[in-house]
């Protein structure tokens, strides 16, 4: 039986299409594999040349131009300049790294080594037997201190009278130079036997007042000047943390703010504040409040009251202000202000007298008293009135016991 021609087409179209999807198969995995194999190729490629580059810097091949600016020319260096480089290079950044540590700067250790260096006072000073006087010079200071913002003062008395207080004008730099001539009037031949030489050298910063150190000597044992003219002596600071403290009937204490704080004494205490303006030529007096407001003589809480009196440099009443009478309190809180007017050159001759009363009947018994100002019954009363002065217009607060004397 003969089979029919469309049946021989159909199957041969069949088996056409199925040799031709074989072959589109078969080329289709060829060309995978060859993008596979290029791909590989080029990886093989840039790995060669990143490591002939390398081999490259290591041999040392390097273009460098000729003096003339014209063509490049091939150096050579050696085998190895390389890590010879990088060593060079890591030795040159450990030295760096230990010079900022300092492991390689000698001052380091020589800071640690180096001897305090000791502050010292040069001055002259002589007496004169027919004026009374003594001169004092003070010329200069000697490794005071390394601030380079601060200045310095030099403050002299004689001990134990402090009756003549004097001071240089501040000087910058840590050895700053004064060249100031003080004199104290008054001083009898005999008044040479016992008395002392203090001049205590301060570091000013803004309106704080620090001590440094102070130099003392006996005018006649030390120096011995009721028969000689000291010229430019040098004598060392006993420095402030080595001082004594002065004892005195009015007692303060300045903190790091330069208000003065209160003692802990249980005798009669007055808390005051004193403001100078220059603008304005006013000195401000606020009486603040009382502690330990008791008497001899009478045991209840007695009925206190202040007055304060400005006086001139002859000792002559200016103004005189008192406060109202405060009832029934041993600690009585007054919160009165009074205002006295000043000009600011004659500050240095004024005073200031405090006096605390109580009232009695009809009469008044003091129970306390202190001044401040040109007769200041103290040294710390004197440095109150000072830093009032170079506050510039703040108030500065101080207790002070009273005296009874």
Known sequence: MAVPIPVIAGV??????????????????????????????????????????EAGLEEGNEIVENESGGKGKKKKRKKGGKSKGKSKRKESRDLESEEGAGLNDSSAFTEDLAIPLISRL?????????SRQILL??????????????????????LPSKRQKLKTKSQPSGSPEFNELLMFNEVFPEDLELATLRARVYRLTG?????????????????????SYVDQ????????????????DTQFVIDPESVLAAPKETVPMLLISLQYKTVTGRLTVE??????????NVQKA?????????????????????????????????????????????????????????????????????????????????????????????PIKGWYVLSQE
């Not at 995995?29 to 990143?50: D, F, I, N, V």
């Not at 005071?144 to 008395?157: C, I, P, Q």
């Not at 002596?233 to 005195?248: G, K, N």
């Open 302 to 394: 007695p009925e206190a009251f202040v007055e304060v009196s400005l006086l001139n440099a002859n000792g002559g009443e200016i103004s005189n202000q008192k406060t109202g009478v405060c009832k029934g309190s041993f600690h009585p809180a007054f919160e009165e202000t009074f205002y006295f007017p000043a000009i600011e050159f004659d500050l240095t001759g004024l005073t200031l007298v405090f006096s605390v009363y109580c009232k009695k009947f009809r009469k008044k018994e003091l129970i306390g008293w202190f001044g401040i100002g040109r007769e200041s019954t103290g040294e710390k009363e004197q440095l109150h009135w000072d830093e009032m002065i170079d506050a510039r217009g703040e």
């Open 233 to 248: 002596l040098w004598r060392e600071l006993t420095p402030a943390a080595d001082i004594a403290d002065d004892i005195s």
């Open 287 to 296: 009486i603040i409040k009382a502690r330990h407001m008791k008497t001899l």
């Open 137 to 158: 010079t003070i010329h200069r200071g000697e490794n005071l201190d390394s601030g380079s913002a601060a200045s310095f003062e030099v403050r002299v008395t004689l």
């Open 12 to 53: 041969a179209a069949v088996v056409l299409i199925i040799i031709l999807l074989i072959i589109f198969k078969i080329l289709r995995k060829r060309k995978q594999s060859a993008s596979e194999e290029a791909g590989k190729g080029e990886y093989q490629k840039l790995e060669s040349g990143e490591r002939g580059s």
């Open 122 to 130: 040069q001055f002259s000073i002589s007496y004169s037997p027919t």
């Open 207 to 227: 309106r704080q007042r620090k001590l440094i150190g102070e130099v003392r000597a006996d005018l006649k044992a030390d120096l011995g000047l009721d028969t």
